[in-house]
């Protein structure tokens, strides 16, 4: 027998099992966690489990805060790269005590959980690698810095620029310094490219399984989908786990829902614990195909190269990156099309590659409370929706608190009314959808 993970209910063992006239109102008791999937319910003991023995082993773990840090460069200098993102309302309060209470509520939770020394992989790290993201992060390692061996790296927030390349390329030689003299090794070339393999590895299987949504009768819902990824990366059982995921998804016949409102969610991470709007999304009849976000597809869109598209054709190779697996990273990461970043434009196409992809019926955009980089940016998002691909829209900004949820729930079910009676969406287009940026 196996429980659902956001369900009180015992269920049997089976695949996404509706009766074949009626589709479920909640998604979740219909497709339990079973077979493969099961274990990724197990997913933090398990990381736990494999920090400790890797301490014991006298292996550091590194402490990661955002998709920036290329964990390829943590995992050659042997050390396990940890994400410690928080999700928990309780961390909340406690976090005030030090910062504003208009702030949003990752970075609260993430430093709640340092002021209550209630997360026991923070507890574990050596050291934390930060970036230079949004203001709210910046000040609030300080405060962590405070008490923790901290290493900030500066992102610079211009991608088009070639010389903002050039100085988060020099960051990135600049932490792989700091971690050979933190932990006493020599982290060499053919290190980062065996890291570079795994992680390839591991972003190749994940795209697999979220390429399983693009069906119209998906054998997993956007929320096991969310649950089928590690806090720690490069696990050998994970991949393989993956491996099992995948080839029993595609054994599995569930029965199509044409009542299910297929959604493209964009937006900020759900990290584990926060997922309360994924869960009310679907509980609404709607079915998440595709996660454009940093919890979601947005970090595994793309391997790290060996090399970088050569002038020559397609498929000639420059051999900067191949020599230089440093450079590789750099070009992979610093492509990551964060609201941070000025223009974004690549968030655009990315959402318009993947609404041909994955078919969706809308957008919803979710924006925690007080991240101001995304909740300005949804004015472009929601101008892609309606005027470039023609669908109903919405916004959701909220907290990790579940005081709003029925009013979300409301307007959520409103919106699928709206998908499902195909009405033409407001349209209103006052610049253009995607302008280049200049070089």
């Not at 369900?7 to 979740?28: E, I, R």
């Not at 600049?174 to 003299?181: P, T």
């Not at 309606?386 to 579940?402: A, H, Q």
Request: proline share 8%.
């Amino acid at each position: 027998m196996n429980n659902c993970p956001s369900s009180n209910k015992t269920t049997q063992p089976t695949s996404c099992s509706p009766a074949p006239d009626a589709c479920p109102k909640d998604l979740a008791e219909a497709c339990p966690s079973t077979g493969p999937l099961a274990w990724f319910d197990r997913m933090i003991p398990n990381c736990l489990e494999y920090a400790r023995q890797a301490r014991q082993q006298g292996r550091p773990i590194v402490g990661i805060m955002c998709e920036y840090t290329p964990r390829e460069l943590i995992m050659a200098a042997g050390a396990v790269p940890v994400c410690l993102c928080g999700g928990s309302a309780e961390m909340i309060g406690p976090a005030e005590r030090d910062l504003p209470a208009n702030l949003c509520p990752l970075i609260k939770s993430t430093y709640g959980y340092h002021v209550e020394a209630g997360n026991p992989f923070l507890e574990m790290a050596d050291l934390i690698v930060a970036e230079t993201t949004c203001d709210g992060k910046k000040k609030m390692y300080e405060l962590m810095g405070g008490r923790r061996l901290m290493y900030v790296l500066e992102l610079p927030q211009k991608p088009d620029d070639a010389d903002a390349f050039d100085h988060w390329k020099a960051e990135l030689r600049k932490l792989r310094a700091e971690l050979e003299r933190r932990f006493g090794v020599v982290i060499t070339d053919d290190g980062i490219r065996e890291a570079i393999r795994t992680m390839n590895r591991e972003r190749a299987l994940r795209r697999e399984l979220a390429a399983l949504m693009k069906s119209d009768a998906p054998a997993l819902t956007g929320r096991q989908l969310l649950q089928l990824k590690s806090s720690i990366s490069g696990i050998a059982a994970d991949l393989d786990k993956y491996a099992e995921c995948l080839q029993w998804l595609r054994m599995q016949r569930p029965p199509r829902c044409d009542g299910r409102v297929r959604v493209l969610l964009t937006g900020v991470p759900v990290v584990h614990g926060a997922e309360r709007v994924v869960d009310i999304i679907e509980s609404a009849g709607g079915l998440i195909v595709a996660m454009d976000n940093c919890t979601g597809l947005k970090p595994i869109l793309e391997d790290v190269e060996t090399g970088v598209p050569s002038v020559h054709g397609p498929d000639a190779r420059d051999t900067e990156s191949a020599d230089d697996p440093v450079d590789a990273l750099a070009r992979k990461y610093f492509s990551l099309p964060c609201s941070v970043m000025t223009r974004n434009n690549r968030r655009l196409a990315v959402l318009e590659e993947l609404a041909a992809e994955y078919r969706p019926d809308c957008v919803i955009d979710l924006v925690w409370q007080a991240c101001l980089t995304y909740d300005v940016e949804s004015w472009r998002v929601k101008d892609l929706a309606e005027n470039r691909l023609g669908l109903p829209f919405m916004k959701i900004v909220t907290d990790y608190s579940p005081s709003d949820s029925a009013r979300i729930a409301m307007r959520v079910e409103a919106l699928f009314e709206t998908a499902r009676g195909g009405g033409p969406p407001r349209s209103t287009q006052s610049e253009p959808l995607i302008q280049d940026s200049p070089r």
